[in-house]
């Protein structure tokens, strides 16, 4: 058993702001889609606002990045979730309401009870930006295993491409 656990972060250029019309039926599907999320085997922690979501926390000057984050026990857990749940329906429509971007998650191991913060996550973004997946920053096409595990998990590819 490993004294890690897994952190994501994601973030999107919002096409509009999150009260406007374009954005609305996204917004609508917040509660629910966080909800499954923690009812899933190996859910752990998410960031969380004001309102329940992370919609309202504001890391960037542009009023229109949204992030998101949250820890699981590994990395299939968190890919169960994202491919094999009704989030994989709202993912695949995310370019009705986010602008394009390169680079827009990435992984890395947290000791267990560590809640990450959205300068922590922006930063690990920027070092897998910069230096490509690496133990510190990674993708699930190229996992890197826990500190403290030798055998590295299995890529789990981008299902939604």
Not at 110 to 127: C, F, M, S, Y
Not at 138 to 148: G, L, N, S, V
């Amino acid at each position: 058993m490993s004294g890690f656990h897994l952190a994501q972060i994601n973030i999107g250029t919002l096409k509009a702001p999150v009260d406007a019309p374009e954005t609305a039926e996204f917004v609508a599907n917040l509660g629910v889609i966080n909800a499954l999320a923690e009812s899933q085997p190996g859910f752990i922690w998410r960031l969380t606002g004001d309102g329940d979501d992370a919609t309202d926390i504001q890391p960037f000057e542009n009023p229109l990045m949204a992030v998101n984050m949250s820890v699981w026990t590994d990395t299939e857990s968190l890919a169960a979730f994202v491919y094999r749940t009704a989030h994989r329906d709202i993912m695949r429509r995310r370019r009705e309401w986010f602008e394009s971007m390169e680079l827009y998650m990435c992984l890395w191991w947290v000791p267990i009870g560590h809640e990450p913060t959205p300068e922590e996550g922006i930063a690990r973004l920027e070092i897998l930006r910069r230096r490509g997946p690496s133990p510190e920053a990674f993708t699930f096409r190229e996992p890197f295993p826990a500190p403290d595990v030798a055998t590295p998990p299995a890529a789990i590819l981008d299902e939604c491409a």
